[in-house]
């Protein structure tokens, strides 16, 4: 395994201007390679490692920055033309919008009387790095700003009452650490090249990294001048290949080589077929040859196809059902196969309710899974109003309101404050309607965002216990309920399922389908209830989520009938949790209302509002 430099801690905030040099970063030749290959040609799109701490993501980082040539000042900004050096920037998780496109320069307007514009972290990060540490939980909207800035190389602003384009060419660098989620498919597919790394060493080069660290932080100006003629060198190297990359050819036969690997791959559109090209021709550029050879397609076949490649066939936009499984009995008729006689068994249990009541959980436990279809429908009264959980955005109005009681008049934009209306302050408007005086007499806000991300994550009981009564069939058509105002409003959509002493990811986070009843028809129950576990893994996905995205609305709704003797103390869901009780019984067995008080959720009995009539 290659060496690996690595401080104890990658984002430590360093005491002198150097950083540790890129070439004495020993081994990780993949990641350092698709570094070179996005600064060569930053129209390859970025760079995302994946590793766990300590694998000198951020070393490489900085060190990447001291590699890159001079660039002239942006014409549109500054009239001097020296030459600048490349900066490093790093874009911390708690940046605004504003913060990185840049804004309304509030002081000179106050002080001069006129619009101006203030540049944010784009414009500092032009002709540099770009560095954004966890970048799977940096809001989604930041990340697909970032990509599309990334590729144009232009940030345009349209905001706020300004009018302003600037060039921005940077080199995009997101790390990330898989243990704290992964990076939604759709964004990972934008940064060009991918790099996954391990952290595992052996003894002896752990006591290498120690010592060159040691030696590092000791004089680091020493240590530098011992590493600066292979920095010259990677200078060069890349300076060079800048200069003939327009010139490199790829002839046909190698671009149909590319296609033919990335359908192998099957890889989804044509995104991959275009960075493997721009990479090749970059790699063939740094080895100074003026032909693209096979030797430079596979060099970098890794690094774009490693979020990328599938090893199946990718199902549509729309979950589908899974095939049946092999022992349902229709399938044992077509295939030949004829299994015991067991019927009069499989009758009974889900149709005898009196036997039903009087089984142990044991005897549930033991069955093996079967399938309900899904019922015709339930009237399930849901709560209609989504809670705010912005614990920022309420500190924000915190700061608004404490400005507004300093004013004349009221904290509004003319009337008063509705739904519509958010917590961030229209900075714009509110100069316009107070004609520049400060303070201000009024606030105006910014309308809320009506697209605002909404999530509905469904705990499905899959357990045997379901089965009876139907209630399984009716807590999929609940689903059915919940998911259809959610297409509706393009919010988006989570089921987990739990049973078969097992907890199962069975629909991962999308926006809400059109139709989920053939895909629920599929899905079958069996076995003991993990309901412990699968709240605790709720709690845990739900907080990464927030941690991501503050702004999320999150909804859970838990469909069981409460048969488990589960502990739910300490478990504490975000957002809004509605428990939905699914057991059939006169008298319930099952512990539905003391679980929705354990944690504070909205109790709902599922059959007592069944489009039959039924009454539990």
Not at 136 to 158: C, M
């Amino acid at each position: 395994m290659p060496l690996i430099i690595s401080a104890a801690r990658e984002n430590e905030v360093k005491m002198t201007d150097q950083y540790f040099p890129f070439s004495a970063v020993a081994g990780q030749d993949q990641f350092k390679l698709a570094l070179m290959l996005a600064a060569v040609n930053p129209a390859i799109g970025g760079v995302v490692i994946s590793g766990p701490r300590g694998c000198a993501k951020s070393t490489l980082a900085r060190g990447l920055a001291d590699l890159l040539p001079p660039h002239k000042a942006d014409a549109k900004r500054k009239d001097d033309q020296s030459l600048l050096d490349a900066e490093f920037v790093t874009l911390p998780l708690g940046a605004s919008e504003e913060m990185l496109l840049g804004t309304l320069d509030l002081q000179q307007v106050l002080n001069e009387k006129k619009i101006a514009f203030s540049p944010g972290l784009l414009s500092k990060a032009d002709g540099g790095v770009l560095y954004v540490d966890e970048v799977n939980l940096l809001p989604d909207n930041l990340v697909d700003l970032l990509l599309d800035v990334s590729a144009s190389g232009v940030n345009r602003i349209e905001r706020d009452g300004i009018s302003h384009s600037h060039r921005t060419e940077f080199l995009l660098i997101g790390t990330m650490n898989p243990d704290e989620g992964e990076l939604r498919p759709q964004l990972h597919d934008r940064f060009g090249l991918s790099v996954e790394l391990t952290n595992q060493y052996t003894a002896a080069q752990r006591v290498e990294i120690v010592r060159s660290r040691e030696q590092f932080d000791r004089n680091a100006d020493s240590f530098c001048q011992q590493y600066e003629a292979s920095q010259a060198e990677l200078i060069a190297a890349i300076q060079q290949a800048r200069n003939i990359l327009h010139s490199v050819d790829c002839s046909d036969a190698l671009r149909l080589e590319i296609a033919e690997r990335c359908n192998a791959a099957r890889v989804d559109g044509l995104r991959g077929d275009i960075v493997w090209y721009r990479a090749a021709i970059a790699h063939a550029a740094l080895e100074q040859r003026q032909q693209v050879e096979i030797v430079d397609i596979e060099a970098v076949e890794e690094l774009v196809l490693a979020h990328r490649r599938h090893a199946t066939p990718q199902p549509p936009s729309s979950p589908q059902p899974p095939q049946p499984p092999q022992n349902d009995r229709g399938n044992d008729r077509d295939n030949g196969f004829k299994r015991p006689d067991d019927s009069q068994r499989k009758q009974q249990m889900p149709q005898e309710a009196p036997q039903e009541q009087h089984r142990s959980s044991s005897d549930w436990g033991s069955m093996e899974p079967q399938q309900q279809r899904t019922a015709a429908g339930v009237i399930l009264p849901l709560p209609v109003s989504m809670p705010e959980q912005q614990p920022a955005t309420k500190l924000l109005k915190g700061k608004v309101e404490e400005l507004a009681g300093k004013t004349k008049g009221s904290v509004s934009g003319g009337q008063h404050k509705g739904v519509t209306d958010s917590h961030k302050p229209d900075w714009f408007g509110t100069l316009l309607s107070n004609m520049g005086n400060w303070p201000p007499a009024q606030l105006r806000f910014k309308k809320r965002q009506q697209g605002q991300s909404v999530l509905h994550l469904i705990l499905l009981d899959t357990s045997a216990s379901t089965l009876a009564s139907d209630q399984f069939s009716n807590a999929k058509a609940a689903v059915i309920e919940i998911a259809r105002p959610a297409y509706l409003q393009r919010e988006q959509l989570a089921v987990l399922g739990f049973g078969n002493n097992k907890v199962e990811n069975l629909l991962p986070r999308i926006r809400a389908p059109k139709e989920l009843r053939g895909w629920l028809d599929s899905l079958p129950a069996g076995g003991g209830t993990p309901m412990g576990e699968a709240l605790q893994q709720a709690q845990s996905y739900l907080e990464q989520l927030q941690r991501k995205s503050s702004q999320l609305l999150i909804r859970t709704y838990i469909l069981t009938d409460g048969r488990s003797n589960a502990q739910l103390q300490g478990i504490d869901l975000p957002g809004e949790t509605v428990w939905i009780d699914t057991e059939v019984a006169a008298v319930k067995r099952g512990r539905g209302k003391q679980f929705a008080a354990q944690l504070n959720a909205e109790y709902i009995s599922l059959m007592t509002h069944t489009a039959q009539g039924v009454k539990a």
